[in-house]
């Protein structure tokens, strides 16, 4: 085990970004580091009790799509109805069938493990975001607040 | 107060992502960090005097939409013409009823507390852009010189 | 000469942001930092043999378009068949007459500059991708193995 620190500044709210800080957080913690999650801007949205995330490859050409077919989509495609939502069910399908856990059983799994998680109190205001529509245990605070721990830690993460 | 440091790589540049590097590091000021940001790529876009950053929800599907509403946008809608505008002057509305500054103010507040603002040299000539474009009162140096200031901070952030 | 170490995770797979990590991880190694670079998710397409990048400004409105021109390109344009080769193609046009090294060159300067290329498993396994699709010289390793370096660096990107 180790002493060390990780600060994880969680700001985007997709569903294929959602993996890195939770997967991060989780392996880091049980190296037995002391870990906190800073979700902010469209970070938040990982917070939602109710996460429905969406992935696109808009913007995003180094997706492989369909993932295991590892070719490129032309982007004119990619702009139809229902694409994205069909992106989104092949990409969960996928994870799922190869075992990997889903962005709840991840967020679970950094609670258990004491990952400690917390909103930007800013952003909850910018976005008339309510407190009930965001799992409980996690801590609200702004962004001096979180440069304590960042400011002690070993590993810093912008994501 | 304290005597840490904090080094920022900015490289968006879009009307969201030139929050996070202005707000982290005027906050990490005002707790006495010395402050430098580094822009480089998309993100010498922040330092123009006429800032026109634009945001697009395209390849964004975490952004709420309008950013009050907190549900998703048809990304088929979202690629027709004037949706760009219309969505930069939503955000940029939002922004000012909820208070937040704008991306000048916060530029300026950075300034006022002795952050270093730096335009990546190599950047500048690719993007042929003219010094004359750019605010003054910043520094021109290239990713070693950075590395300096970085290998010596207490928090790193490529943004 | 230093002792100092750098840590990169590189996370993207598109023309555009496959040069910061290798650009950083050069200048670095230059300056006498042990750097490792650790690719995972979209970045494993950085580490193809054949590496066949595409850019597109879609939900990046920050990139000038073309990129000496400054100014914006409609997005309803942009989602036109063909732009996105189109725009790649100038990219790549733009960085050579510029004198930038292509990304395969950079990648080999990491690789003479003894900067370690580690691919995440997990990604690997995730995107059913084969080894003999990937580059020689490089290592395979999950999160676990990365945060021991990771640990230890004095300064940590997330790319």
Redesign the interface.
């Known amino acids: 085990m ?1 002493d ?1 620190k990780l ?1 994880i ?1 969680a ?4 569903l ?2 959602a ?2 800080p939770f ?2 957080a989780s ?2 913690a ?2 037995g ?1 002391d870990t906190q999650i800073f979700f ?4 938040l ?1 990982l917070l939602k009790k109710d996460v429905s ?4 490859s ?7 799509m369909p ?2 077919m ?1 070719k ?1 989509f ?3 495609l ?4 229902g ?2 939502s069909m992106m989104t069910a092949m990409m969960k399908s ?2 799922k069938k ?1 075992g ?1 856990p889903s962005i709840e059983e991840l967020r679970g799994m950094c609670l258990e493990s004491d990952v400690k998680l917390i909103a930007c109190q800013m952003t909850v ?5 309510k407190t009930e529509q965001l799992i409980d245990d996690i801590d609200y605070a ?3 607040t979180f ?1 304590e721990f ?2 002690e ?7």
Chains 1, 2, 3 share one sequence.
């Open positions: 180790t060390k600060a500044i700001t985007k709210g997709t294929d970004w993996y890195p997967i991060l392996t880091a049980a190296l580091y902010t801007f469209y970070g949205q995330l969406k992935v696109t808009l913007g995003n050409p180094g997706m492989p993932m295991a590892d490129w032309p982007v004119s990619q702009a139809l109805p694409m994205e996928k994870m190869k990997v205001d910018l976005f008339d975001m702004g962004a001096t440069f960042a400011g830690s070993d590993v810093n993460l912008f994501i």
